[in-house]
């Protein structure tokens, strides 16, 4: 059984930055495929990022260069440092995990765990 709960959501300026962090219950890092969504108004739920067991990382292309995501397996952990925010990037926040690798941005069916998500606004 895996629990996600992400947290660090917030209201910042354009051009702040936010960290967001998801904790895992019932999981170990190197045995899922963890991965960041995010779901705007009106909006379908996208990927944002991901990063697979070996540490590889994806990235959706309006958030590369400015959105890093990391694991900790040690303390079951996967954070998504956010920087240069702009206000296109206000959305609800998801955290995901899929039990099986994959090799490039995920899709929302593509996961089996989520979380109830974070919520990030961004004023311009």
């Known amino acids: 059984q895996v629990q996600l709960v992400e947290s660090g959501g917030g209201s910042v300026q354009a051009g702040g930055s936010l960290r967001l962090s998801c904790v895992a219950s019932?999981?170990?890092?190197?045995?899922?495929?963890m991965a960041w969504f995010r779901q705007g108004p009106g909006k379908e739920r996208e990927g944002v990022a991901a990063?697979?067991?070996?540490?590889?990382?994806t990235y959706t292309d309006s958030v590369k260069g400015r959105f890093t995501i990391s694991k900790d397996g040690a303390k079951q952990t996967i954070d998504l440092q956010m920087n240069s925010l702009k206000p296109d990037d206000t959305a609800m926040y998801f955290c995901a995990a899929r039990r099986i690798g994959m090799f490039i941005l995920p899709t929302e069916s593509d996961m089996h765990y989520w979380g109830k998500g974070t919520l990030v606004t961004i004023s311009s």
């Open positions: 019932g999981y170990t890092g190197k045995n899922y495929y």
């Open positions: 990063i697979a067991r070996d540490g590889t990382t």
